[in-house]
């Protein structure tokens, strides 16, 4: 196969039509949700994601028989599980640091700081490596039996999103301690009811941080793929079989992961989204877009 | 209004240097000073502030008057020198008798009414008297119609007034207040000042930080005039604003006056 038909197909869908039909689905997605037709935005959004792989080249009967497919079910689902467990261990772990991050000083606290920021750009292949070394058979936790499975891929994920999750809920917690020290001081508030002020107004950035957090886990390939191994109906999850399937040729498949994996990037961040708004929005008012001042301060 | 308030000012200042002599002032200043980065914000001031007195601290930019109040209100630790409340060394709860509404209002990301609720924390009230006294508090400013506002999308004025509400809610012995109105319009202004008025009728000690020599007048019975972290005046407003004739007042409180062309030349 020379250079034409699908190939070319899928070279021009991804040079010219990618950013501006993402963007044109992007658009109904975000901004009917934010005008509170929430319904109609799903509807159009799907429409408009429909039409988009439809240009990129994407075989329609295939696009939806491959939603029946039972194994790319299997690989959404364990993508998700691993990178929601993921999440909920990285704000477990990572809230706690950001506040250690941003308490008084104590000692040890300038290291810490350092090893957040180096620990927030790891590379994740490296992550992968040393937990390989940490968990094969011959590793001094080869007894746990973990290597290969999904527990392991939650470990790497977990170590990716956490300095992500401290570093940036750190900074929230800086930014609103400075805010609200005086205030604080002059009400003579004690010391639970300052903590749990302070939590509660750093409710938004927190949310932010748990974003970020996912971002990392959900799109991070280097790390899974060596302590999971990309075994079918075991450890395979989106990033890992696009990885595979571009490399294996079938093209078709790779780009409805990825666009899989892009819609319910989009899905959780709206999610996130409507969390924060839902977070700020003390008394609702009303749904409609001019009623909800504020949104994106 | 401005008639109002200094014709009760008279009476309560005749009142209070009567017997100013054996009661035990609210707050008292000793000799303090205050030094950042080697340079001195505050030089030895002291003053004494008795319950119901309003006290207006008048001075130009850096003077130090902020940092006059944030000592005070123990905000900052004095370098030198002592603060009192009440005769006593300040602990946590002596704020729970002052409220402080700063230059730049500082509110959290809820409701108005839930911005004084959680005011009115420390102070451990019932549930029914912390409703209560949102509700008056919303009410003294005007603010009534605003109560499930969200406090971030108050305007400029609205929030100081709401800042004002907080404050007033926790029914101080001291109100602390950092040049309240110096970026309102006149009719927040007013209102401002009207809640002001009414809190000190109620018998509210006032502090307050101004450069504004007109609003000066309108709510003080006594004047401190602050000048590079000196306390160079401190005298019962008609004397102040009288002597500012008869250059009677420090050179630089004069030229401060002359230069708002308040003077009586």
Redesign the interface.
Known sequence: MGLGGRKFAFFLGFSLFFPVFLSFSLFFWVFLYLSGFFGLSVLFGSFCSLCFLAILGVDMASFLASFVAPDLLEIVFLSLRVSGAALVLGCVFGFPLGAALAAAPWRGQGVLRLLVAVAMGLPPVVVGLFLYLLLNRAGPLGWMALLYTPSAMIVAQVILATPIIAGFSGEVFVRVAA??R??F??????RW?VVL?LL??S??GLVAAATAGFGRAISEVGAVLVVGGNIAHATRIMTTAIALETSRGDLNRAVILGVILLVLALLVNLFFLWLRMRL????RVGKRLGKR??FF? | MHAGISASANAAMSASSADSGQMVPLLELREVSLWRDGCALLRGVSLTLFAGERVVLLGANGAGKTCLLSVAHALMNASGGAVLWRGLEPKREQRHEQALVPQESVLLRRSAEANIRHGLLPLKLSGREVKERTAAALAQVGLTGRAQTRAQVLSGGEKQRLVLARALARKPALLLLDEPTARLDPSHTQAMELAIGQAADQGTAIFFVTHDPVQARALAQRVLFLHAGRLLADLPAEQFFAQASQSALPREAYQYLKSRSLTMD
């Open positions: 805010d609200h005086d205030l001081r002059s009400l003579g508030l004690t009811q002020t509660y107004e409710r938004l700020d929005d003390t008394p001042a504020g301060s």
